[in-house]
């Protein structure tokens, strides 16, 4: 196979995971309707599911600019998911926590968007052994 049809079929590959993974149902909706959430303050609470951060460390993980960092904080926070406080070593710095509430909400959210599609589940053991093995090889 020359370069051109190896690019080529990887490309193939490529679009069909992504189909799989994106498009095949959706995921997004799934969990919009079942938290009652944007997907923007979704994305937001399962970051900070994971650890408090900084307002512009929450920024700069969900690639938005502050204003909007703060739309969507102050929405979490109407809604008893997150609390800000003061960092201890700057008292201009604003550091949002999840409640309890926001973490099981998250956890709602992770669980609908991993869930494997259904296409996947249904492969027979020994096809999804090997995708296994071949996707181990791509992402350890």
Do not use: C, W
């Not at 997150?82 to 008292?91: Q, S």
């Not at 099981?104 to 599609?117: K, M, N, V």
């Not at 296409?119 to 090997?130: C, D, I, K, Q, R």
């Amino acid at each position: 196979m020359n370069d051109e049809a190896h690019r080529a079929t990887a490309t193939r590959i490529y679009q069909r995971m992504a189909h799989l993974v994106l498009e095949s149902d959706n995921r997004r909706r799934e969990v919009v309707d079942a938290t009652g959430l944007s997907f923007a303050r979704v994305r937001a609470l399962r970051r900070l599911a994971r650890q408090p951060m900084r307002m512009s460390e929450l920024a700069a993980e969900l690639v938005v600019d502050k204003p909007y960092t703060t739309v969507i904080v102050d929405e979490l926070e109407r809604r008893g998911l997150v609390v800000r406080t003061t960092a201890p070593d700057d008292r201009r710095v604003k550091v949002v926590t999840v409640t309890e509430q926001g973490r099981e909400l998250a956890e709602l959210a992770s669980a609908i968007l991993t869930r494997p599609p259904q296409a996947l589940v249904a492969l027979p053991a020994a096809e999804m052994a090997e995708l296994d093995a071949l996707l181990a090889k791509l992402a350890p």
